[in-house]
């Protein structure tokens, strides 16, 4: 053990000097690139690269022209640091970009665009219930630069493979750069968002059905599945509401980083990225009114049961008051003797239940 304790502290230096010195490249070593999704070349419309890393795809873009995209997967911090320092990229937005769960936002840092979007996946399930995950959250961050694109992805949701393919057979798209690339991933959330929000519809509905059927009227309903869903339409808002800002900014302010061209197709998103903001606050209020109508009858439910419980300890109360007068023991009580006594007492004490019976019976009581 002490043989491997010492080669150990010979070895550490020696890897230390290399990965200070001037010839070590982040980029390339395997290890540190392994969230590396795909890194690719594009030129004029066209991917002219194919398994090349970072450093090699900006190589050949500052010398062929063209822009890079190097796509990653939740990467860690010393695999995003080589990336990170080839592209010039902000500490802060490096650091948004490792660590994740970020608000959806827009920042730019000199030359480069920092955009985080949440992206939504709707959890199938047979039944809601109380304890139902309805929607799952991932994010997508895009580094946009003037001849790069860096897109960080956290999230089993949200795979970019198929919109890159997509984007491959639109050459004329493509060749706009970049800004094609951020407005093809911010068009393929906010169409996440549409679809996801037609599915928490058919929940919504499904609840509301529920909560005013008759026979969930009369148990008051499941309070339990509303706030779950209350939670789920919570965390979509989370995911929505924070992107309008972002959107806006890119349809109507110029920017240097986004085509003009590009910048047209960005106002198409943002109204779709409204009408799912109107969807989701809907949503909330509609729960809200869904939550008190149920609390509403569940109070009429109780009122019900209390007013039932009143009306039979209210007959019950005529037997036990007269049978109490007669249980004291008195030696001179009203026809004690008498021989049709007890049965007398018997059809009137029967016949004034009947009445409150039949009183409460009209007034709806029972």
């Known amino acids: 053990m002490s043989m491997i304790r010492d080669l150990r502290a010979a070895v550490r230096p020696a890897l230390r000097r290399t990965r200070n010195s ?68 902000h500490p802060l937005a490096v650091e948004d970009a490792v660590q994740a769960h970020q608000r959806p936002k827009l920042e730019r840092y000199d030359d480069t665009l920092f955009t985080v979007f949440k992206t939504i996946h709707y959890v199938e399930h047979a039944e809601l219930t109380s304890t139902s995950e309805v929607v799952e959250t991932g994010e ?32 004329e798209l493509l060749a706009k750069g970049p800004s094609a690339v951020l407005h093809a991933i911010a068009d393929q959330v906010v169409d996440g968002y549409l679809a996801v929000a037609d599915a928490v519809q058919d929940d919504i509905d499904e609840v509301e059905i529920d909560v005013f059927s008759a026979a969930t009227s009369r148990r008051g309903g499941d309070a339990g599945r509303i706030y779950q869903l209350k939670r789920e339409v919570l965390e979509f808002k989370r995911a929505v509401s924070p992107l309008l800002r972002p959107m806006q900014l890119l349809s109507e302010r110029p920017m240097r980083l986004v085509d003009p061209d590009i910048q047209t197709y960005f106002r198409d998103v943002a ?49 036990t008051m007269i049978a109490g007068i007669y249980g004291m023991n008195f030696d001179y009580m009203p026809e004690l003797r008498w021989k049709f006594g007890y049965p007398t007492v018997l059809v009137v004490t029967v016949g004034i239940c009947f009445a409150i019976h039949r009183g409460f019976k009209r007034n709806g009581w029972l």
């Open 22 to 89: 001037s010839d070590y490249d982040a980029t390339r070593d395997p290890s540190v690139t392994s969230a590396v999704v795909d890194c690719a070349v594009y030129r004029d419309g066209k991917r002219v690269s194919d398994h090349v890393s970072p450093a090699q795809a900006m190589e050949r873009v500052r010398v062929e022209g063209g822009f890079a995209w190097i796509g990653l997967h939740e990467p860690t911090e010393r695999e995003f640091a080589g990336i990170a320092q080839e592209f010039g990229l």
């Open 140 to 171: 997508v961050m895009c580094f946009t630069g003037r001849n790069f694109i860096v897109t960080v992805r956290h999230g089993g949701q949200g795979s970019l493979r198929a919109l890159r393919h997509r984007l491959q057979q639109d050459p």
């Open 271 to 319: 109204d779709h990225l409204a009408r799912v903001n109107e969807q989701v606050l809907a949503f909330d209020d509609l729960l809200n009114s869904i939550l008190q109508a149920n609390l509403a009858q569940a109070t009429v439910a109780q009122n019900e049961d209390m007013r039932k419980i009143t009306s039979w300890a209210a007959i019950f109360a005529v037997p």
